[in-house]
Structure formats: C-alpha cells, structure tokens
Nanobody, 121 residues
Framework: QVQLVESGGGLVQPGGSLSVSCEVS????????MAWYRQAAGKEREWVAR???????SYADSVKGRFTVSRDNARNTLYLQMNNLKPEDTAGYYC???????????????WGQGTQVTVSS
C-alpha cells in the first residue's frame, strides 16, 4: 500500500504565509515526479506546482513568485511554502506523486486526501 498524507493547512490572513507538506509512506521502489493541486469550492481542481525527481520546479502563473515547492527525498516528503497569500488561494490542497512500485515495473499517480487552506481576515 502507498499512502500520501498532507498536513499543515489552516487559516491565515491575507499577505500571510503558510507551509503544507505531504509525506509518502508504504512499499515502493521510487518516487518520481511530485506535484501540488488545489480545488476551491465549486471549481475544478487546478495544478499549482510540480517538481520532478531531478529537480526543475514549475508553477502555475497564479502562484509564481509567491509559492515554492521543494522535496526531501530522504523523508519522502514534498513541501509547499506559500507566501503573500491571497483570498483566492483558499482551497483544498492536494498532493500527488508518480510512484514506481517495483524496480522493473511502471509508475502510477497516487493522491492524498488534501488539506484545507483558508485565506481570510
């Protein structure tokens, strides 16, 4: 079994900062790419940031310059540092990881359950 568990969400004022994390656990050979998505109430899920195994982060235009994605491969954990938060950043934040279960096998995307981030005064 592979599990992704997000943590760190909460309530923050506009202009504030918050960090969320995603830990991967279970039996697998390697984590390849990891990414963050978010979904606001009544809207479709949208991509936020992506970080391949070899590095080279990419960001949605709406968060570029404010959000930073990073990963700790030793801890199998992905992070998202969010600065200068805006009310429109309010959403459930979901982690996804492309995981190779076995050395000779292919990879599949796994998802976490999400953590809520609310930006409000």
């Amino acid at each position: 079994q592979v599990q992704l568990v997000e943590s760190g969400g909460g309530l923050v004022q506009p202009g504030g900062s918050l960090s969320v994390s995603c830990e991967v656990s279970g039996n697998f050979y390697r984590i390849n790419a990891m990414a963050w998505y978010r979904q606001a109430a009544g809207k479709e899920r949208e991509w936020v940031a992506r970080l391949p195994l070899g590095g080279g982060a990419s960001y949605a235009d709406s968060v570029k310059g404010r959000f930073t994605v990073s990963r700790d491969n030793a801890r199998n954990t992905l992070y998202l540092q969010m600065n200068n938060l805006k009310p429109e950043d309010t959403a459930g934040y979901y982690c996804t990881a492309m995981i190779q279960r076995q050395y000779s096998g292919g990879s599949s995307w796994f998802w976490g359950q999400g953590t809520q981030v609310t930006v409000s005064s």
